[in-house]
């Protein structure tokens, strides 16, 4: 049972060993970005900064729109609760207090 058992793990140890060119790493096909180093960037497309400034002036847009419309997202929908109409009964307060 013991060599049943050893002998799978024995091949493949024994295939890693022959092939190590397996191992290797490969070039990686990244697109258009090219790598900088100590130099600055290239310049971005002009689509891409109106994209990018359409998104942010949308998202801003989008937040402040429903803060100013709706809110109850940010304070809550229900009353707020002043405590100062509790009465002593709800803080758990006895009307009299033992005299010792």
């Not at 060119?21 to 990244?30: G, S, T």
Request: aromatic share 16%; no cysteine.
């Amino acid at each position: 049972m013991l060599f049943s058992r050893t002998a799978p793990a024995l091949r493949a140890i024994a295939g890693l060993t022959k092939n190590k060119a397996q191992f290797k790493q490969l070039v990686r096909n990244h697109g258009d970005h090219t790598w900088v180093y100590r130099k600055p960037p290239p310049p971005a497309y002009k689509y891409q900064e109106f994209l990018a400034e359409f998104v942010g002036a949308f998202a801003w847009w989008w937040m402040l729109w429903h803060i100013w419309t709706e809110p109850e997202h940010i304070t809550g929908e229900f009353e707020w609760v002043d405590p100062q109409k509790w009465t002593n009964e709800e803080l758990g307060i006895p009307d009299e207090l033992p005299l010792d």
